[in-house]
């Protein structure tokens, strides 16, 4: 309402202005100006040119008396524009006070932290904050492919242990992978996706590490999330970068050969999500180790929620790291450091397990007391004591943007696959329920997100494989990738209805579903991802300009610091300045004039992703510039803001992804869903965003430059979820792309491949049927209430040939065994004959 308010004040005004001061020449004007903000050109040329056009102006414009005081007060701000082009006065009179009053705002911050917000690269999220992303960066990107050995790895081991995995005998009866599973995946390389070959592992790029764990958890979760642990931030990913050589020959090789089970722990009763605030200490002193006494670590600590721990022969361990004596050097406090600890060590207790929500993938508690241990189990030696926390976060730039995603999205595409089909085969009031408006959009629903998914987790694969370590887009991946594997899953489950709750061997959905919490809490738990992380990181690492205004600040050579601050500062007044005229441009022509390289079906979607980008530019500049530090509390504002950022950033990937694929005209109606679902949320995330800004003035100007014709982006409509939901509902190519990677094959324990066979029938079955209705049923002909009596019947009245109702009979059998689920006999579901005594069930807290 304000902005709408303050929109028709300043257009009042400006028709005002425009009427006085000499009507089309004053329009030229304000056009040129607009222009050349909105091309964002450096200050000086801006300047120029401004003289030249005001020049122009004073001479050919109207020359009433309001007009002459509009004319004198352009005059004023172009002298003040000059005299911003003399560096060496604005520095002393603006920079250099302006940077006093901003260093005592600055939250002061130690070496780790700052080398912690370093950490990674800055890669399409960066583009995403500038207002004017250079497409050419994202498009020429080369598609991520697989090498002929990662597709052999897929066709050979990975589909063997698909085929091994039996996920109802791993849940419910045997709560654990059976041995042979172990030995499989431990022989076959599964847990050395990320060794390198020169130490016996399998090198993969980080796009075929994540197609094998899209395919396993197509089948098992328990097995995918065992599979990713060790291929993720663990043991030997940090020991890949940051190990000695010596500790780096002990231990890949074992690694890769499956000789040892790694497990990564860090997470303790007391400190979850704060993770940096672990008590778990290692205390440098002297002790006998091996029958020597040398200078080694006392460690004390009480871990939780570690995965493959009961498992695991080898910890690696985070804890903070404490040299009292000052046997090492003059520090105390030497910081957050990672170690490998191997599990007999004399002290550690370990081997319980939690029961993860019914997906039960190794997961335990470990506790050490006293546990004495050398100085070189460190992590690359004791010259990277205190490190821990910088290779922890620089690594989980990689690993949070492959296992998790990876794990979700096979999870999504195996249930879009089964949905898709199950609603074809599953009849009522004499329709397929995937043909119901009700039904179809929420096929829709999950196809347009599985969709964005998967191109969301094999982009950024790629650009891995390109050599970037994205850390903003793995806290984006992370987040909303599993969120939308939580609705995909939620999804599922209500177009199968009482199908999907019913627990048993006919039922493969119901532990996917059970396993999205698992997604949602473990790497950074999603609340806290998305409320502190996503935003928090991407505004001060991936602005053009605000890292480089704290680096200058806290420059310890002053002059240095005053030049590039002053550079930063007036560069950022610029950019500023610039977005707020190019989201109101954009927002007016609805973005289309804005250029973009790619022309075809998909242009408009770039074109309003550089509109989003420009406004959301403008506002976290807006924001940042008045709520400061204060912006970290308001984490609404914040989250809002990083929704607006990560919707860009996947409608980016879908975009990218469809371009990867070939431009498939068949899947532009699932393209136009995810685009038009990802911009709408951002276009609302901005809203809310404007409507909770504390400052209500300043709402109501940012609202005047993001939405001078209010809120016009438009969700998908039902027709377009009609489209996307059918080329699911039926076997098409565009199916079998968004599903590719799962494991479909036709064999008897695999609903998936048995789904498939169904669905395919129904393009002999269903005309049958039909003509059995209209033919038998309509004409009275056929009375039997039953398919089977009906079939009978049909074929006695010459409706339908004995070939045909053989064929009728073959889909409705197949169709029934996969509709039907399982019954038990009351004491099959016992899993004790007496309960366990109170006192026997220990929890992990009481134990720490
Ligand atoms: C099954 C499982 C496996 C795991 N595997 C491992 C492992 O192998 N190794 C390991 O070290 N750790 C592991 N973890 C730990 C995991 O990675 C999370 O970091 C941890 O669970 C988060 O701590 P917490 O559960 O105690 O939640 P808490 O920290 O208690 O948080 C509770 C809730 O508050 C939210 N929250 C907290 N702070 C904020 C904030 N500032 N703003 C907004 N929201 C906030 C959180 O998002 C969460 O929703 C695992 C956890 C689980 C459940």
Known sequence: MLGAIVTLLLVAAAAYAIGQAGGLITLLFVAAVV?????????????????????????????????GVWKGFLWV?????????????????????????????????????????????????????????????????????????????????????????????????????????????????????????????????AYAHSCVLVKIASRSTTASSTVAVPNSLGPAELLNHYGTQEQKDYYLPRLARGEEVPCFALTGPRAGSDAASIPDTGIVCRGIWQGREIVGLKLNFSKRYITLAPVA??????????????????????????????????????????????????????????????????????????????????????????????????????????????????????????????????????VGLTYTMDAARSVTAGAIDGGEKPSVPSAMLKYHVTEMGRQVANDALDVHGGKGICLGPRNYLARGYE????????????????????FGQGAVRCHPFVLREMNAARNPDRTQGVDEFDRALFGHVGFTISNAFRSLVMALTHARLTRVPVDGQTTRYFQHIVRFSASFAFAVDVAMLTLGGYLKKKENLSARLGDVLSCMYLASMVL?????????????????????????????QMHGFLRNFPNRPLAGLMRFFIFPRGRTYSAPGDRLGRQVASLVTDSTDSRERLCEYIYWTLEPTNPLGLLQEVLLLTRTAEPIEKRIRV????????????????????????????????????????????????????????????????????????VA
């Not at 603006?94 to 912690?116: C, D, G, H, N, V």
């Not at 690993?399 to 249930?415: D, H, M, Q, V």
């Open 35 to 67: 222009f050349l903000a909105y091309r964002r050109l450096s200050l000086l040329v801006f300047t120029a040119t401004f003289t030249l056009l005001l020049a122009a102006y004073t001479l050919l414009g109207a020359s009433s008396a309001p007009a």
């Open 77 to 205: 701000i172009l002298a003040a524009l000059w005299l911003l082009n003399l560096r060496p006065l604005r520095k002393a009179i603006i920079t250099r006070p302006f940077m006093k009053a901003y260093l005592k705002l600055l939250p002061p911050m130690s070496q780790t932290e700052r080398e912690a917000l370093e950490a990674g690269t800055v890669w399409w999220d960066g583009e995403l904050f500038t207002g004017a992303p250079k497409w050419p960066k994202l498009l020429s990107a080369k598609p991520p492919v697989l090498s002929a050995e990662e597709q052999a790895f897929l066709d050979g081991p990975c589909e063997e242990l698909c085929r091994m995995l039996d996920d109802w005998h791993i849940t419910h009866e045997l709560g654990d992978l059976p041995p042979a599973v172990w030995d499989f995946m431990k022989s076959r390389g599964f847990f050395a996706m990320i060794i390198p070959k020169q130490y016996g592992g399998l090198e993969f790029s």
């Open 313 to 446: 022969t080898v910890i690696g361990l985070a804890f903070r790291m404490f040299d009292p004596d000052r046997l090492l050097g003059d520090r105390a406090d030497l910081g957050i450091t990672c170690a490998l600890i191997p599990r007999n060590t004399p002290g550690v207790t370990i081997g319980r397990r939690h029961f993860p929500i019914n997906i039960p993938f190794q997961n335990g508690p470990i506790q050490g007391k006293d546990v004495f241990v050398p100085l070189d189990v460190i992590i690359g030696g004791p010259k990277m004591a205190g490190s821990g926390w910088r290779m922890l976060v620089e690594q989980l730039s990689v690993g949070r943007c492959i296992s998790l995603p990876s794990n979700a999205t096979g999870g999504a595409k195996a249930g879009v696959w089964a949905t898709g089909a199950y609603a074809r085969i599953r009849r009522q009031f004499n329709m397929p329920v995937g043909r119901f408006e009700g039904v179809e959009s929420v096929i829709a629903r999950m």
């Open 515 to 534: 396993s999205v919490p698992v997604a949602i809490t473990v790497e950074g738990a999603n609340l806290l991802t998305r409320s502190l992380i996503i």
């Open 656 to 684: 990218k992804h469809h371009e990867n694929q070939g431009r498939q005209n068949q899947d532009l109606p699932i393209v136009e869903w995810a685009c038009r679902h990802l911009l709408y949320h951002a276009q609302e």
């Open 775 to 846: 033919e038998g049923v309509k004409t009275g002909k056929v009375t039997a209430l039953d398919l089977p009596g009906q079939i009978q019947q049909a074929i006695a009245a010459g409706i339908i040939t004995e070939t045909e109702g053989a064929a009728l009979r073959d889909y409705d059998r197949k169709t029934l065994e996969l509709i039907n689920v399982d019954d038990f006999a009351p004491d099959e579901l016992s899993r004790r004959a007496e309960p366990v005594p109170q006192s026997q069930a220990r929890s992990s807290a009481h």
